[in-house]
């Protein structure tokens, strides 16, 4: 056999070796193919693991824009800055490494800078060389997002007083009920022993609560009432056309399961376009028995209080629309100055509206429980519920701290 010529040969090493990279190439695109996973923002993190992570300078988020909107931040910033230098508020730190007194000075620094820095360069700059962002570790524990959900306080038909059409209350915290010195409910006496707080189906069905004088207001439907207890509040107008406001009290300390995934889950609506009113519409042509059955899937119960002015968060201090959000409380340090950027839902379907703003850790919820997890809060009434309802949208979640 002729032996080839050595350009022959130089041909045929160029083929293999292209022939090598392709395959390695496919290998490793089926590897990364296999490593990429869907979301599970549910998710806790591992055992040790940080809450924020800090961000490099070059990755910090645009976020002057939002200074020319600072009369809008103030009264929300005043809140957490009321809430921070209240006496309690010093056992929730030091929470991540953030001690209170880096909390508190973060807050009324970032004040200053809001009314007295003179153009949005001048506040771009003094944040940047003096403040450390940190992100939120988000689903995966390595800053992999957030996912955004929304919450209101509903406008809500009612009775001061049980009549014809009002048959289900909203309850007033109960003396048994207790609580750590955090406020977390540790449940209640029996003899000796402290059990869990009975649970929805015990208050609603077996009446656990009645003949106790705790009611505040009946409302018309139990969905109603379901709702109000998953926002945390709610304002009811009475018959006379006065509003009756109502804001969290506590709960029953039992673990939220969702209404909307049970529905789900059973095939009984689908996924796609889920939203409350769809959930409204199923409760008004279900039968009564079985929209019982879905809300009793909840163990978890809120009870309320009557209150003045804006509903409260679980910091007992008043929540802005669209600068307030609620966070998972054991990870993330309380009042705190955040920056989100997301996208909400416009008014058309495919419409998306950036986010890219100041807001304040300034409540919880029963959902509310990892770091891949956020409600913002939206507002008052029938448009704000509109809105919060259609909110399931990823994005990032930004704590900010002086150096």
């Known amino acids: 056999m002729k032996s080839r010529k050595p350009a022959e ?26 490593c990429v996973s869907t979301p599970d923002y549910g998710q806790g993190l591992a055992n040790g693991a940080s809450a924020l992570l800090p961000v490099m300078d070059e990755d910090v988020p645009a976020f002057a824009m939002d200074w020319a909107m600072r009369d809008e931040i103030l009264p929300a910033l005043d809140q957490s800055i009321d809430w921070i230098h209240r006496p309690h508020a010093s056992k929730f730190f030091p929470i991540e490494g953030v001690t209170i007194d880096r909390a508190k000075a973060s807050l009324v620094r970032f004040r200053d800078l809001l009314v007295n820095s003179g153009t949005k360069a001048s506040f771009d700059r003094a944040i940047r060389e003096e403040f450390t962002w940190y992100k939120s570790a988000g689903w995966d524990g390595r800053g992999g997002g957030v996912l955004f959900t929304g919450y209101c306080t509903p406008l809500l038909e009612g009775s001061l007083t049980k009549a014809p059409g009002y048959d289900h209350p909203l309850y007033a915290l109960p003396d048994d009920l207790i609580k750590d010195k955090a406020g977390k409910t540790l449940g209640w006496k029996v003899g000796e022993a402290t059990l869990p707080y009975p649970s929805r189906s015990a208050i609603e069905n077996a009446g656990f609560l009645k003949g106790r004088g705790l009611e505040l207001v009946w409302l018309s439907n139990p ?15 009475l018959p006379d056309g006065s509003i009756a406001r109502f804001g969290y009290a506590g709960k029953n300390g039992a673990t939220y399961v969702s209404l909307g995934k049970q529905l789900i889950a059973d095939g009984v609506l689908p996924r796609d376009g889920l939203n409350l009113q769809r959930i409204r519409d199923w409760s008004v042509t279900a039968s009564p028995a079985l929209v019982n059955e879905y809300l009793n899937r909840n163990p978890s119960y809120v009870f309320f209080q009557p209150i003045e002015g804006n509903p409260h968060g679980s910091l007992d201090v008043p929540v802005t629309a669209r600068r307030s959000v609620a966070t998972d409380k054991t990870l993330f340090p309380r009042a705190s100055i955040m920056f989100v950027d997301a996208e909400l839902p416009g008014a058309h379907a495919a419409e998306r509206i950036p986010m890219r703003q100041f807001l304040f850790d300034q409540d919880t919820g029963g959902a509310i429980r990892t770091a891949g997890r956020a409600d913002l809060y939206i507002g008052i009434g029938p448009a704000a519920e509109e809105m919060a309802g259609r909110i399931k949208t990823p994005g990032q979640m930004y704590y900010l701290f002086l150096n």
């Open 223 to 237: 969905l109603d009432s379901f709702i109000a207890h998953v926002n945390g509040s709610a304002f009811v107008r």
């Open 9 to 34: 040969r130089a041909v045929e090493q160029m083929r293999g070796g292209i022939e090598r990279l392709g395959r390695l190439i496919a290998g490793s695109l089926l590897l990364l193919t296999s």
